[in-house]
């Protein structure tokens, strides 16, 4: 069996809710052991939170949420108490162990416990500690909380999303936090191989949300910074189309791809017509132009749409609910679902990570893990600690 990518790398989760537990999940999917840190009693708040749970055996709600579910796979779970010293003991024992440690505690926080960079790395001069906050560790804004829609308003997305006369609208399902834990995998991965191929230190690594909101919307963003004027809202006007029995986004960007759709359509007059030919040129002039588009394709089916679209090279998309698009036949072949055995449920269905290779597939899903799921066997066989004191500290209140 083929060594793991991140085979003898250990990291440290001190992260909760969700950017920073995404980060350290696709850690954990590359081969990292992960070691996800959580309260006595709660654990990670985003345990708590739905919309979903995942259901037992008996079909009773647990008290694993959709939120935790979705960014903890393949993780240990131990809990810790930070405020205690001898937790704080515990950890300084873990980082020595470690390579990287993640963490997404308020600025200042970590330093109050004696667990902030410049502490550990006295300890471990090797380690790559990743904050990860809403505004940094500097600016005036740095000591306040964020969520993901903050970041999306702050970030100028809601100024450009939505229709054209409607509001500012919020992309669902936490794209920033996504992109945020998607930026702190490679953040440590590019810190672990300047340590390793390069014999440096460990660093400290800053991960803004802000930031990175503002990076992933970087081009409507250089509109603004190359013209001094904000960009306009669009709509989707000139991308989804209405069929006669759903509707489908179609992407027309070039002179060839204008053409091939007219003729789809039955409107070949229409690809030369100077008010039209450019993309430029459809923008200026989308009042009138879009409704006789429209016009046309509300009278195919999506099917017999995507038919002809296919076979002339335009490139198109039905708009799909969940049940459509798992049961497609591209996300079937792709085996973007898979099934995990969980102690509770049985087995749950998951996303798969969308990273294929061909010498280290991954392929070893094991389920988000229940709070302090691993305590004994990281404390007595990781730290080496007997059984006894686990049971000693655990009545003292630091785990």
């Not at 960079?117 to 306040?144: H, M, W």
């Not at 195919?300 to 076979?311: G, N």
Request: glycine share 10%.
């Amino acid at each position: 069996m083929a060594p793991k990518l991140l085979e003898g790398v250990r990291v440290l989760d001190l992260s909760r809710t969700v950017a920073a537990p995404t980060g350290a999940q696709m850690l954990a999917d590359l081969g990292a052991d992960v070691i996800k840190v959580e309260r006595p009693g709660g654990g990670d708040e985003a345990r708590a939170i739905g919309p979903t749970f995942l259901r037992d055996r008996d079909g009773e709600r647990t008290r694993e949420g959709s939120m935790y579910l979705v960014a903890n796979r393949n993780k240990r779970s131990i809990t810790v108490n930070l405020a205690h010293p001898e937790g704080q003991s515990l950890i300084r024992r873990l980082v020595d162990c470690s390579d990287v440690l993640i963490e997404n505690y308020k600025v200042g926080d970590m330093a109050r416990y004696g667990l902030d960079y410049e502490s550990l790395r006295k300890l471990n001069p090797g380690l790559i500690y990743c904050s990860v906050t809403g505004f940094g560790q500097d600016g005036p804004y740095a000591g306040r909380p964020g969520y993901d829609p903050i970041f999306q308003a702050m970030a100028g997305w809601m100024s450009v999303n939505g229709s054209t006369d409607g509001r500012p609208m919020i992309v669902a399902s936490n794209p920033a936090d996504t992109a945020g834990g998607q930026h702190v995998a490679i953040a440590v991965l590019a810190a672990l191989h300047h340590r390793d191929r390069n014999g440096a230190e460990g660093q400290h690594i800053d991960v803004s949300l802000l930031d990175v909101a503002m990076s992933v919307y970087a081009h409507r963003a250089l509109d603004y910074l190359l013209t001094g004027e904000q960009p306009r809202r669009r709509g989707l006007r000139g991308q989804l189309y209405p069929c006669a029995d759903g509707q489908m986004v179609i992407g027309v960007a070039n002179k060839s791809q204008w053409t091939r759709f007219c003729e789809v359509l039955g409107c070949e007059g229409m690809a030369d017509d100077p008010r039209y030919d450019t993309h430029a040129a459809r923008l200026r002039n989308a009042a009138e132009l879009y409704p006789i588009l429209e016009e046309l394709t509300e009278k195919r089916t999506t099917a017999d749409l995507s038919a002809a679209l296919e076979e002339a090279e335009v490139p198109f998309g039905p708009v799909l609910d969940f049940p459509a698009m798992f049961g497609g036949e591209q996300v079937r072949a792709r085996g973007m679902q898979v099934e995990v055995e969980h102690p509770l449920s049985g087995t749950m269905p998951m996303v798969a990570n969308p990273l294929k290779f061909s010498a280290t597939p991954i392929d070893d899903y094991r389920p988000p893990p229940l709070l302090g799921q691993h305590q004994h066997e990281i404390l007595c066989e990781l730290l080496g600690i007997e059984e006894a004191e686990v049971d000693r500290l655990e009545k003292a209140g630091a785990i």
